[in-house]
Nanobody, 122 residues
């Protein structure tokens, strides 16, 4: 499984970005998909997860109500719509794929993308 994240960039506080993660895999719908982020000097942390069929989502408290995770299994792609961005959202964002374990734990994920940088200016 190969994951390619894209869509990062520089945005002002209050603005929006949409990240995409394209998966090169035959059975994309077998995987729960998550987004994590890592800010400079901090550990990688959970952002959001979506179940294999898209019917269940989970968000970190810091982003709930501002970020929306979605997926298109026909396109083998998962998205992260980020609204009302804050400077503290600045980080490298990673997408990842899992088949089991807790969705908010990085150790549950089997495959990781390369990351895309999001910078939010104040």
């Amino acid at each position: 499984v190969q994951l390619q994240a894209s869509g990062g960039g520089l945005v002002q506080a209050g603005g929006s970005l949409r990240l995409s993660c394209a998966a090169s895999v035959r059975t994309f719908s077998n995987y729960g998909m998550g987004w994590f982020r890592q800010a400079p000097g901090k550990e990688r942390g959970f952002v959001a997860h979506i179940s294999w069929g898209g019917g269940s989502t989970l968000y970190a408290d810091a982003v709930r109500g501002r970020f929306t995770i979605s997926r298109d299994n026909a396109k083998n792609t998962v998205y992260l719509q980020m609204d009302s961005l804050k400077p503290e959202d600045t980080a490298v964002y990673y997408c990842a794929a899992r088949t089991g374990g807790r969705p908010d734990k990085s150790g549950s994920y089997d495959y990781w993308g390369q990351g895309t940088l999001v910078t939010v200016s104040s």
